[in-house]
């Protein structure tokens, strides 16, 4: 069994900053990239960012700059920073981790549950 558990959404102003947390447990051999999706309503689910296991990330044009990606090997752990947030920001935003099991020999990508997002104007 392999979860994993977002925490820290919510509303804020425009402006504001938020931070996105999310652990991976369970059986777990390896993980390799990290990072987050997210999806407003009526539009389809959106790559944003993603790191890799030695720190390499990469980022959509629409957060580049305001949004920061980071992880903790040890905890297992992905982050998100969010600075200068935006109305359009607002969606669920969902974790992922392409990890594999012990039980398996290929990787899989395993989401989070979501956390809203509520940036208003």
């Known amino acids: 069994q392999v979860q994993l558990v977002e925490s820290g959404g919510g509303m804020v102003q425009a402006g504001g900053s938020l931070r996105l947390s999310c652990a991976a447990s369970?059986?777990?051999?390896?993980?390799?990239?990290m990072g987050w999706y997210r999806q407003a309503p009526g539009k389809q689910r959106d790559l944003i960012a993603a790191?890799?296991?030695?720190?390499?990330?990469a980022y959509a044009d629409s957060v580049k700059g305001r949004f920061t990606i980071s992880r903790d090997n040890a905890k297992s752990t992905v982050y998100l920073r969010m600075d200068s947030l935006k109305p359009e920001d607002t969606a669920v935003y969902y974790c992922?981790?392409?990890?594999?099991?012990?039980?398996?020999?290929?990787?899989?990508?395993?989401w989070g549950q979501g956390t809203q997002v509520t940036v208003s104007s």
């Open positions: 992922f981790a392409d990890l594999r099991r012990f039980s398996e020999s290929n990787y899989s990508k395993n």
């Open positions: 790191v890799g296991p030695d720190g390499n990330t």
């Open positions: 369970g059986s777990i051999r390896s993980i390799n990239a």
